[in-house]
């Protein structure tokens, strides 16, 4: 029986080894919470500026009837404000991860990660372009659910080199967008939800299941 035992053991190590240098594993549930707070405080400052109520629809309207003065401080306003969240998000989860890979002692980088961040990168940067091309003929309201299409589709390329639950969060990002292309008055709203809600949802859910 404990000869029965400790193969079963070696059999789970040899698992465990093969996880460990096939999958990226460091990935943060603190730092999915904290990305879709951040999320959330960024559409919030973006009403706030545009001064609208959160229940107002045709929210890429804002510039009927402004200046050309005002129309390009609520563009730089909006600009900047997405920055500072991208940005904030880009921090936070390259933190968190070098922490939980220093702490599980794994390699911080590594061929793993490497193909993680490429085939990341290959989805989100078409989405950017794309939503370029979107503002340069002016559709400016499918830009919003662009971006939760694009990222889910990003999550998805990734998903096979980390944590499955990364696939999951895909999905639902680009269920998200599709259903915001269509009611496009609310896009970001859409937003808020795509990008913080659920982000608040997968970071807990990992936090209880992969870090606590």
């Not at 603190?30 to 707070?37: E, Q, S």
Request: charged share 15%; aromatic share 16%; hydrophobic share 55%.
């Amino acid at each position: 029986m404990d000869k029965k035992q400790d193969q079963l053991n070696e059999l789970r190590e040899i698992r465990n080894l093969m996880e460990r240098s096939s999958r990226f594993l460091s990935l943060s549930g603190i730092a999915g919470i904290i990305v879709g707070v951040v999320a959330i405080m960024g559409v919030a400052a973006a009403y706030l500026f545009l001064g609208l109520d959160f229940s107002e629809p045709g929210y890429y309207q804002f510039a009927v009837g402004q200046t050309l003065a005002q129309e390009s401080a609520a563009y730089a306003f909006l600009f900047a404000d997405f920055m500072v969240v991208l940005a904030v998000s880009l921090f936070t989860a390259v933190f968190f991860a070098v922490r939980n890979a220093k702490k599980r002692g794994l390699p911080v980088w590594d061929a793993t990660a490497s193909r993680l961040l490429i085939n990341m990168m290959i989805p989100l940067a078409a989405g950017g372009i794309f939503c370029l091309i979107l503002w340069y003929h002016g559709y400016v309201a499918l830009m919003a659910p662009a971006t939760l299409i694009f990222y889910g589709l990003a999550m998805i390329n990734a998903s096979k080199y980390t944590i499955i639950d990364i696939r999951y969060l895909g999905i639902l990002e680009v269920v998200v967008g599709l259903v915001a292309s269509i009611f496009i008055e609310y896009g970001l709203l859409f937003w808020a939800f795509g990008f913080g809600v659920l982000h608040l949802v997968y970071g807990i859910k990992i936090y209880f299941k992969h870090e606590r």
